[in-house]
Structure formats: structure tokens, C-alpha cells
């Protein structure tokens, strides 16, 4: 015979579980509804996640992708990868520009796709990224059906003309300002995947590492499904505007709202695993700071090959102090230049990827990607 839960026991545990709600609620709002709406009744209890987690460790990665910006293109590509090896890899070209006209062919990355064809080995992989980062280039592509089906007809015949195995949509809106721009992006991402499939070609997306957190417009669960896979920038969390701090933390500590274990285990609630595919940003940024480490103005974007030619040159001169937060997992660096300007440096580097490499594989996600060749 069961035993009965005295009634105060029960309204205790009920209140606690409400104020832990509300505490969340208050504490983070944005990142408490983006999570709300993805997320839908009827997940799995904890004990399963642990032992699904269990189940799907992976040992070593399946795929790395490396973008080749279409600016970087010249010189033949470097045959050093920052990951350790994977089972395939693949070049991803990017990018072309898509407006309510259709792609670009003015664009300097529509003229540049047959020098990156070139240039890449034969037997790896392509895929061709479609830019959509103009937010009001973009309400305007939302507001027609027929210039949605003129980017998609044509993005899909250029990447079967040239070989593409997939078709990359890198499609970048600021947080959530309407609550129509989240059912235009599904319903254009939609049709997307519907039209590639039918061209036998692989459908990606692009979303930012801090989707959930910054409370973008994308509905998740539902871009997923439709995609074959889902790209995730896992960098600029920091931004050039913004005050020093990490490309993306791997634990936040107190000083920083959001990190990378969050944002897989974000993901990993409404993506499949192995749709996930997370982009490592192999660059930094330069801070100018006063003696209390405020901004005195944007930073200024170093590649990982420019911040090496720091180390190497300028930092024999200047007594920079370089350091590995152990949270972050990041390099800082800091110095005083010739004019007597205090500079703060963060980075993402082949170390601080390899550290979250380790962590994905044992979330059982294996597969990773690189911004960007010429970077590192």
C-alpha cells in the first residue's frame, strides 16, 4: 500500500518549483522565452538525458568543414587543418550575396566561384554559402514570395552546376524586433529544403551560438527538422562594441552571462546531435582601453595569423603579458603599444578549439567547423 505525501510536504515542493520558475524568469527573460518557445511539453526526464548521453559519446570527430571566404582565395589552401582528423572534411565557399532581385552576380563572391573550384582538391566535399546578413535587404526578400523563389531556384541550379554536394543559408537577424520575422524566416527555410531536397542537394542553415540567449528570431526545433544540418557560430559573443572579453567562453563564471556548454545543451534540446555542426571563429579582437579595461572605441578584428605576427614582432618589443583563462579556455593578451595605448587582445586558438572539441564528443556531437581558411 502506497503512503500518502502529507499535504503541507506537497505545497512546500510546488512552491519551490514555482519560485525556481519565477527566479529564472526574472534573472533571464530572454533567454527563459527563447527556450519556452523552442522547447516543447513532453522532454525526457534527467535520468534518461544522462544515460542518452552516455550512449552517443563519440570517440573522434566525423566531419570537418573549413569556410573559404572568397577574399582569402590566391593561394592554394592550406593543407593544415586546426582540428584533429576527421573521417571527411570539407570545404564550405563563402559566400554569395542574395537580395530581393536574387543572387548577386555583381558580387565579388558570385564572379570568385570558379577560382574557389579551382583551387579545392576535387576529392573533398563543397558547399556553397547564400549570404543573407542585411537585415533590411532581408524584410524586403520576406515580403515576396517571388524573390524567395528566385534565390532559391537559383542558389539550387548553381550549386548543381558547379558541383556543390550542398547549399549553406547564412541567414543573420538582430533580436527579435517583430513577431512576424520568425514565421517568414521558417516559411522561406522551409520551401528552401523542400525545393533542395527535390534537387538532391543537401540543405544547411547558419545560426548564431547565442540564438537563445540574445532572444534571435528563429523558431529552432522547427528550422531543424527541415534542414539536413545546422551550422552554429560559436564565437563573437563578444562584440567589437561591446567591452573585452572571450569569442565565446567555454564556462561562464561570474563574469560572463552565457557559455559554450550552455549553448550546446541549448541546441542539443531541440537540434538532432548529429545535425549540429559548430563553427570555431579563428580570430580575435584588439581592444584600445583605459587602465580600467573600458573600451575607448570598437575593436579592431585580428585574424589568428595576425596575432601570431604580434607574438612573434611586436610583443619582443612591448613585454605583452599573454595568459589562458582557465574558464574560457581563450588567450588574453595584453600590452602598450608605442603611443602608450593599453590593448587587450581575446582569441579562439587551436587549444581553447581543442578543449571544446573534447567537450562535444563527449556530448556526442561530431562534427565541427572552422572560420575561416587564411585565418589561422
Not at 546578413?133 to 523563389?149: G, H, I, L
Not at 528563429?218 to 544540418?229: C, K, M, N, S
Not at 563527449?362 to 589561422?376: C, E, L, T
Request: proline share 6%; hydrophobic share 40%; with cysteine.
Amino acid at each position: 500500500m502506497k503512503k500518502l505525501i502529507p499535504a503541507a510536504v506537497v505545497a512546500l515542493l510546488v512552491g519551490i518549483a514555482v519560485g525556481l520558475v519565477v527566479v529564472v524568469k526574472i534573472w533571464y527573460p530572454q533567454h527563459f522565452q527563447t527556450l519556452l518557445k523552442n522547447i516543447h511539453v513532453g522532454g525526457v526526464s534527467s535520468d534518461k538525458v544522462v544515460e542518452k548521453k552516455q550512449e552517443t559519446k563519440k570517440e573522434s570527430l566525423r566531419i570537418q568543414s573549413l569556410f573559404v571566404p572568397n577574399w582569402q582565395l590566391g593561394a592554394w589552401l592550406n593543407p593544415n587543418w586546426p582540428a584533429p582528423e576527421a573521417a571527411q572534411k570539407r570545404y564550405v565557399y563563402f559566400a554569395i550575396p542574395a537580395t530581393e532581385f536574387g543572387l548577386d552576380a555583381d558580387s565579388d563572391g558570385y564572379k570568385d566561384v570558379q577560382q574557389f573550384l579551382d583551387q579545392v582538391p576535387q576529392n573533398v566535399e563543397r558547399e556553397l554559402t547564400i549570404s543573407m546578413t542585411n537585415p533590411d535587404e532581408n524584410y524586403k526578400v520576406f515580403d515576396s514570395e517571388e524573390a524567395q523563389q528566385t534565390i532559391i531556384e537559383q542558389s539550387l541550379s548553381l550549386a548543381k552546376d558547379n558541383g556543390f554536394s550542398g547549399v549553406v543559408l547564412d541567414l543573420e537577424m538582430p533580436p527579435l524586433l517583430s513577431d512576424k520575422v520568425p514565421e517568414s524566416i521558417l516559411s522561406f527555410s522551409q520551401e528552401f529544403a523542400k525545393s533542395a531536397k527535390t534537387a538532391g542537394v543537401r540543405y544547411s542553415l547558419v545560426l548564431f551560438g547565442d540564438t537563445f540567449y540574445r532572444n534571435r528570431p528563429f523558431q529552432v526545433r522547427e528550422l531543424a527538422a527541415g534542414a539536413d544540418e545546422v551550422y552554429v557560430m560559436a564565437y563573437d559573443f563578444h562584440k567589437p562594441s561591446g567591452e573585452p572579453g572571450p569569442n565565446f567562453p567555454f564556462e561562464k563564471g561570474k563574469e560572463y552571462g552565457y557559455d559554450f556548454q550552455h549553448m550546446v545543451t541549448d541546441f542539443s534540446v531541440v537540434v538532432p546531435k548529429e545535425k549540429l555542426n559548430i563553427i570555431y571563429g579563428m580570430y580575435g579582437y584588439d581592444w584600445d582601453v583605459t587602465i580600467e579595461k573600458k573600451p575607448l572605441k570598437p575593436a579592431t578584428v585580428l585574424t589568428n595569423r595576425e596575432i601570431q605576427d604580434l607574438y612573434e614582432n611586436r610583443c619582443k618589443v612591448m613585454n605583452c603579458v599573454i595568459s589562458r583563462d582557465p574558464k574560457t579556455q581563450e588567450e588574453e593578451v595584453e600590452f602598450i603599444d608605442e603611443n602608450a595605448v593599453y590593448h587587450i587582445v581575446w582569441h579562439e586558438d587551436a587549444i581553447s578549439a581543442a578543449r571544446k572539441t573534447d567537450y562535444l564528443l563527449s556530448q556526442g556531437i561530431d562534427a565541427v567547423a572552422f572560420w575561416a581558411y587564411g585565418y589561422y
